[in-house]
């Protein structure tokens, strides 16, 4: 034995490694190192208080206070002992705690942290395994311990078993493990896997969901992921209701080729039913959904987005949704289209359903299968001075409609074609841009005097002329009160009017209608419209719209459109489509209700009006409010809707819904939101949402009560999710159903 003087750099093979200590000891092929020993190569850092380095077989073994780096791919760990082979890069280490950096992927409903994951063990080992390509990963084994990204020593979640085999950038495999929340063991799983990779997808079991309700009993769930190949995944997830049955849930995504894409979404429940009494009510059904999208080539595109439902009842049932419970409608369109200088071209299949009533059959249906649709916007055929635009649209189609009251035969077809020719004036100021245009269509079915539907085709012309008029506008600059902020605001106060004028339509309530095609009608009317607007200017010349107001109304020269009102019944026309989307004419009547459109969006508040004032009736018929406030963690929102018209134009309503909370999904402590929305008219609290979460900087808990009372469902539902930070959250409260 013989003592050396300190050789920093030592050569083995063609890599450099360099050692370094307080003592440097040398028997043979086998260097000691004693007191702050440091090996470092390109890959790695070893430090210990001891450490014996054999150069032949390129083994080191640490003792005392050791602690190692992976610089590659950043794992930090301290041991008691390791054994490490340089070559191969494999060791072992006892009593290892160690950390590996956070893998965030940031994406809407994950709980995400910086925190590295932390994990202990009685004994690890780090080997390497070669790829099909020939490149080497570095593998981690844990032996009896656990891993966490909370912050230690007192992690709020930790993963506690046997064994964990990590690749670091692959993925994470834990066998037998207890996830314990504060201590508290919540679920077992015989095998969890996790993937490590920027853009994961793997198959296996997904976590499982428990939660109960007052209307379905207790609820399980699990389901499985089926990577099938680079291009396609399949997801079913089975829920099982105690006192109902099964549900299923089928997903399942593809990218054909580097143009395409679909994505098929499936529900479904097998229901046993509920018994009231002596009589069971039974709501089986399905909800399917099918999205779709795809470049064909020379220009062409294809779209798709297909809703069914079997039935409105099955929806009322067992949605999860309020806001889809109360959705009497599904809309269901495809279409190929294609756009070249100022044409577009598309060929377009369209399926619209109105559930009137849960009732099987109180529904009305309109489909057009197939419809083809030819047009131009506008093109300028003349000078600059004095532009002349030529433009026109054209469909032709098979359309079929079914309610209770009647029902078209499978296949109605229906031609339409409408050129129109515009121009453009201006003069100080004021713009007037007049318009003329022809419509011709033909439809293979009628209704007769007695609204029955004949197998008889008729043809409708009409005509139409239009001169708008936009006057100048008119502003005033000044500056903005202290208490608003300063700064400079221009008031601006824009107004409008236009004529116009359609003729040549006879046989208006002879025509079946299927869309807003069919809704042309005679009609002389002036429409006038004011606009004020306000913006404000702050010190560093930001321009901001903080206030508009907008009111119109039309004056109607003929009160009957030309015969096509019928007093006493619900009509809807082109003028009023145009106007509002509220129904106003069940008679005669020479004036609209006036429009009116109020915003205003200062710093921290969003306000919005929408009404419609009828002079006839001397009230609003109908009025929308909401209001939208957002300020540090807190959120308030209002909004409150009713209709006072008549029982022929549309059911009177009076709904009042509003949101409130503090924090949001990421932050830390405790955070809390509610929703609920209230029927004045039948007295009715019909839906209440409550949630409270607590975050922890690793982890976090939801508990959110639920209260369904609409139609013949009153229930009551509490949901529970576990966030873990950065891998995701399990339980029954799914992230499209919480309030944050």
């Given at each position: 034995?013989?003592?050396?003087?300190?050789?920093?750099?030592?050569?083995?093979?063609?890599?450099?490694?360099?050692?370094?200590?307080?003592?440097?000891?040398?028997?043979?092929?086998?260097?000691?190192?004693?007191?702050?020993?440091?090996?470092?190569?390109?890959?790695?850092?070893?430090?210990?208080?001891?450490?014996?380095?054999?150069?032949?077989?390129?083994?080191?073994?640490?003792?005392?206070?050791?602690?190692?780096?992976?610089?590659?791919?950043?794992?930090?760990?301290?041991?008691?002992?390791?054994?490490?082979?340089?070559?191969?890069?494999?060791?072992?280490?006892?009593?290892?705690?160690?950390?590996?950096?956070?893998?965030?992927?940031?994406?809407?409903?994950?709980?995400?942290?910086?925190?590295?994951?932390?994990?202990?063990?009685?004994?690890?080992?780090?080997?390497?395994?070669?790829?099909?390509?020939?490149?080497?990963?570095?593998?981690?084994?844990?032996?009896?311990?656990?891993?966490?990204?909370?912050?230690?020593?007192?992690?709020?979640?930790?993963?506690?078993?046997?064994?964990?085999?990590?690749?670091?950038?692959?993925?994470?495999?834990?066998?037998?493990?207890?996830?314990?929340?504060?201590?508290?063991?919540?679920?077992?799983?015989?095998?969890?896997?996790?993937?490590?990779?920027?853009?994961?997808?793997?198959?296996?079991?997904?976590?499982?969901?428990?939660?109960?309700?007052?209307?379905?009993?207790?609820?399980?769930?699990?389901?499985?992921?089926?990577?099938?190949?680079?291009?396609?995944?399949?997801?079913?997830?089975?829920?099982?209701?105690?006192?109902?049955?099964?549900?299923?849930?089928?997903?399942?995504?593809?990218?054909?080729?580097?143009?395409?894409?679909?994505?098929?979404?499936?529900?479904?429940?097998?229901?046993?039913?509920?018994?009231?009494?002596?009589?069971?009510?039974?709501?089986?059904?399905?909800?399917?959904?099918?999205?779709?999208?795809?470049?064909?080539?020379?220009?062409?595109?294809?779209?798709?987005?297909?809703?069914?439902?079997?039935?409105?009842?099955?929806?009322?049932?067992?949605?999860?949704?309020?806001?889809?419970?109360?959705?009497?409608?599904?809309?269901?369109?495809?279409?190929?289209?294609?756009?070249?200088?100022?044409?577009?071209?598309?060929?377009?299949?369209?399926?619209?359903?109105?559930?009137?009533?849960?009732?099987?059959?109180?529904?009305?249906?309109?489909?057009?299968?197939?419809?083809?649709?030819?047009?131009?916007?506008?093109?300028?055929?003349?000078?600059?001075?004095?532009?002349?635009?030529?433009?026109?649209?054209?469909?032709?189609?098979?359309?079929?409609?079914?309610?209770?009251?009647?029902?078209?035969?499978?296949?109605?077809?229906?031609?339409?074609?409408?050129?129109?020719?515009?121009?453009?004036?201006?003069?100080?100021?004021f713009t007037l841009i007049p318009s003329f245009s022809v419509r011709g269509t033909h439809y293979g079915a009628s209704f007769s005097p007695d609204r029955q539907v004949l197998d008889q085709g008729i043809w409708r012309n009409s005509r139409e002329a239009i001169a708008e008029?936009?006057?100048?506008?008119?502003?005033?600059?000044?500056?903005?009160?202290?208490?608003?902020?300063?700064?400079?605001?221009?008031?601006?106060?824009?107004?409008?009017?236009?004529?116009?004028?359609?003729?040549?339509?006879?046989?208006?309530?002879?025509?079946?209608?299927?869309?807003?095609?069919?809704?042309?009608?005679?009609?002389?009317?002036?429409?006038?419209?004011?606009?004020?607007?306000?913006?404000?200017?702050?010190?560093?010349?930001?321009?901001?719209?903080?206030?508009?107001?907008?009111?119109?109304?039309?004056?109607?020269?003929?009160?009957?459109?030309?015969?096509?009102?019928?007093?006493?019944?619900?009509?809807?026309?082109?003028?009023?489509?145009?106007?509002?989307?509220?129904?106003?004419?069940?008679?005669?009547?020479?004036?609209?209700?006036?429009?009116?459109?109020?915003?205003?969006?200062?710093?921290?508040?969003?306000?919005?009006?929408r009404s419609d004032y009828d002079p006839m009736r001397m009230r609003f018929v109908n009025s929308t409010l909401t209001a939208d406030s957002r300020w540090s963690n807190y959120y308030l929102s209002a909004g409150h809707a009713q209709i006072r018209s008549s029982d022929i134009?549309?059911?009177?309503?009076?709904?009042?819904?509003?949101?409130?909370?503090?924090?949001?999904?990421?932050?830390?402590?405790?955070?809390?939101?509610?929703?609920?929305?209230?029927?004045?008219?039948?007295?009715?609290?019909?839906?209440?949402?409550?949630?409270?979460?607590?975050?922890?900087?690793?982890?976090?808990?939801?508990?959110?009560?639920?209260?369904?009372?609409?139609?013949?469902?009153?229930?009551?539902?509490?949901?529970?999710?576990?966030?873990?930070?950065?891998?995701?959250?399990?339980?029954?409260?799914?992230?499209?159903?919480?309030?944050?």
């Amino acid at each position: 034995m013989n003592t050396t003087a300190p050789k920093p750099v030592i050569r083995v093979a063609s890599d450099e490694l360099l050692v370094r200590a307080e003592q440097q000891i040398n028997e043979g092929p086998v260097w000691k190192g004693r007191g702050m020993v440091e090996i470092r190569t390109n890959d790695m850092i070893l430090r210990a208080d001891e450490i014996d380095y054999d150069r032949d077989r390129d083994y080191a073994e640490a003792r005392g206070n050791v602690h190692f780096e992976n610089l590659k791919s950043g794992e930090k760990m301290d041991c008691e002992k390791a054994e490490y082979q340089l070559d191969k890069e494999t060791g072992r280490f006892y009593k290892p705690k160690g950390t590996s950096p956070a893998k965030i992927d940031a994406r809407p409903g994950l709980l995400v942290t910086s925190n590295p994951f932390y994990f202990e063990g009685e004994w690890a080992e780090k080997l390497r395994e070669q790829k099909k390509d020939g490149t080497f990963l570095d593998r981690y084994v844990l032996h009896n311990g656990f891993v966490t990204d909370c912050k230690i020593p007192d992690p709020a979640w930790i993963l506690k078993g046997p064994k964990f085999d990590i690749i670091p950038g692959e993925r994470a495999v834990a066998y037998n493990t207890f996830y314990r929340l504060k201590g508290v063991p919540l679920f077992f799983s015989p095998v969890f896997y996790k993937s490590l990779k920027r853009l994961p997808r793997r198959s296996g079991f997904l976590m499982p969901n428990i939660g109960n309700s007052s209307r379905f009993g207790f609820m399980l769930g699990g389901g499985y992921y089926w990577a099938i190949n680079r291009s396609y995944d399949l997801m079913y997830r089975g829920q099982w209701f105690t006192t109902r049955g099964l549900a299923s849930t089928v997903d399942f995504r593809g990218k054909p080729t580097q143009g395409s894409e679909f994505n098929f979404y499936l529900y479904g429940v097998n229901d046993n039913g509920t018994t009231v009494g002596d009589t069971t009510y039974k709501y089986p059904g399905f909800f399917a959904q099918f999205n779709g999208k795809a470049r064909l080539g020379k220009g062409f595109n294809a779209f798709s987005q297909i809703n069914y439902l079997s039935s409105f009842a099955f929806r009322q049932e067992f949605t999860q949704s309020f806001f889809e419970a109360i959705s009497a409608e599904t809309h269901s369109v495809a279409y190929i289209e294609k756009h070249w200088s100022t044409f577009g071209l598309y060929t377009s299949y369209q399926r619209d359903v109105n559930f009137q009533t849960t009732t099987e059959g109180d529904q009305v249906l309109l489909r057009k299968l197939p419809q083809v649709q030819l047009l131009s916007r506008d093109r300028n055929v003349a000078s600059e001075k004095l532009p002349v635009y030529v433009s026109f649209d054209s469909t032709f189609g098979f359309l079929h409609r079914n309610q209770p009251q009647f029902q078209t035969q499978q296949y109605v077809d229906r031609a339409d074609f409408q050129p129109r020719i515009s121009t453009a004036f201006h003069l100080k100021g004021f713009t007037l841009i007049p318009s003329f245009s022809v419509r011709g269509t033909h439809y293979g079915a009628s209704f007769s005097p007695d609204r029955q539907v004949l197998d008889q085709g008729i043809w409708r012309n009409s005509r139409e002329a239009i001169a708008e008029l936009m006057f100048p506008s008119v502003a005033k600059i000044g500056k903005m009160p202290k208490l608003f902020g300063g700064g400079q605001y221009k008031h601006v106060v824009e107004a409008r009017a236009s004529v116009r004028h359609s003729a040549g339509v006879r046989d208006f309530n002879q025509v079946v209608l299927f869309d807003s095609a069919d809704l042309v009608a005679n009609s002389t009317e002036v429409e006038v419209s004011l606009t004020n607007r306000l913006y404000t200017k702050d010190k560093t010349g930001n321009v901001k719209e903080i206030m508009s107001w907008e009111l119109w109304q039309r004056r109607y020269l003929d009160p009957t459109f030309g015969g096509a009102i019928v007093p006493g019944r619900r009509n809807v026309v082109d003028s009023s489509v145009g106007l509002t989307p509220f129904a106003f004419l069940d008679g005669t009547r020479h004036y609209s209700p006036i429009v009116s459109s109020f915003r205003l969006q200062p710093n921290r508040i969003g306000v919005e009006w929408r009404s419609d004032y009828d002079p006839m009736r001397m009230r609003f018929v109908n009025s929308t409010l909401t209001a939208d406030s957002r300020w540090s963690n807190y959120y308030l929102s209002a909004g409150h809707a009713q209709i006072r018209s008549s029982d022929i134009l549309s059911p009177n309503s009076n709904q009042f819904r509003a949101s409130a909370g503090w924090g949001n999904e990421n932050r830390r402590g405790i955070n809390v939101g509610a929703y609920a929305s209230y029927d004045y008219r039948v007295k009715q609290l019909q839906y209440v949402s409550v949630q409270v979460t607590k975050n922890w900087d690793c982890c976090g808990v939801s508990v959110q009560y639920r209260k369904f009372d609409f139609g013949t469902r009153q229930e009551n539902q509490f949901r529970v999710a576990f966030a873990v930070a950065n891998i995701g959250s399990f339980g029954t409260l799914r992230r499209q159903e919480r309030l944050f």
